[in-house]
């Protein structure tokens, strides 16, 4: 279930190309698409809110990988982290008057992109120990603690889904969608016979039509495949990726979009790109996937709007991190922390 996570240094900042043509003194009626959201036509309140929610937290992801390369960078060489921040500047200043449905959130963004800026500005000029910094930090703190309080005061949980975890856990549940007579042998199969039980999966994927419950024994065998990848041929990871993508490119609306989206982007990141910290991390592929996911669910939501697993679907694509370099995990990138919640070790795979 979606929560609302933040940092204190939470900031609006440049990055996202996709934004900078649609910024500018525009009003709202007056702009051009933004984004695949604006494929739904709709026009009604939450409808807004929740485009303004999915963007909010886009450019706070830029934000954050702006801030995320500068660390790196800076602690080997203050001339490249400056670097950094000098090219974000002028991104920054395209960002004003983004146009949000809530005037509320532009007004506050533009702040953060002033305060944000003066302490590019100082970091470039003085470096990091000098006391203007200091000075300035404390106003851009004060910003920040508005900004934050308003969207997650406004934006809250409660705001939006009208359920309980409980009902939560109990709707999401892949059991109730598993209906094969084979599937039960599949998982007694599983315990004594990877290789058959794979094949026998294949053909249960195979007779089924529903597209929910094919979707629970697709993720079931490309979880497998990853989970399993030390005994299994070296096509295995490619296979798991390809089912993986097949799910998310599906016109079809499944509850589980966002976990497919989830574990296709770390075992891809894992897999394909690498963990290492120096690793390419192609946040603007995973966001693709992730807006074109965004953008269905949405519509579906639209065409149901009862249905609550839909809007917390929505909202858990749109509240979502990116990946990071920089953070807890010191071993690598943070891509990690994910990958191995999504696919824990077994203990015969260890």
Partial sequence: MFKFITSAATIVVAGIALFLTSCGSSTVAERKPI?????????????RELKDVYRVYRLNDNLDLVKDDFSLCYMDDSVAGSKVLKASLGKCDSLKNFPFYDDSIRVLADKHIVEFNKINKIIIKHGLKSQMLQDSFVNYQKINDQYTDYLFGKYSTKHFIKMTEDEYWKSIDKQQFIHSPEYARYLSLAKTDLKGSIELLKKIISNTKDFQEKTVYQMELANTLVNHANKLDSNCIKNALKIYSGILESPDYSLY??????RWRAATQTFIYGPEKDAPIP?????????KCTAQVLKYYVEHPKDQMALNQFLDFATHGTVYRGGEYEEGNQNMIEFTELF???????
Avoid: M, Q
Avoid at 283 to 291: I, L
């Fill in 35 to 47: 984004d695949r959201l604006d494929s739904v036509k709709v026009d009604t309140g939450i409808v």
């Fill in 257 to 262: 979009k966002f976990e497919t989206w989830r």
């Fill in 283 to 291: 946040n603007s592929k995973y966001d693709a996937v992730r807006e």
């Fill in 344 to 350: 824990p070790l077994e203990k015969n795979d260890k």
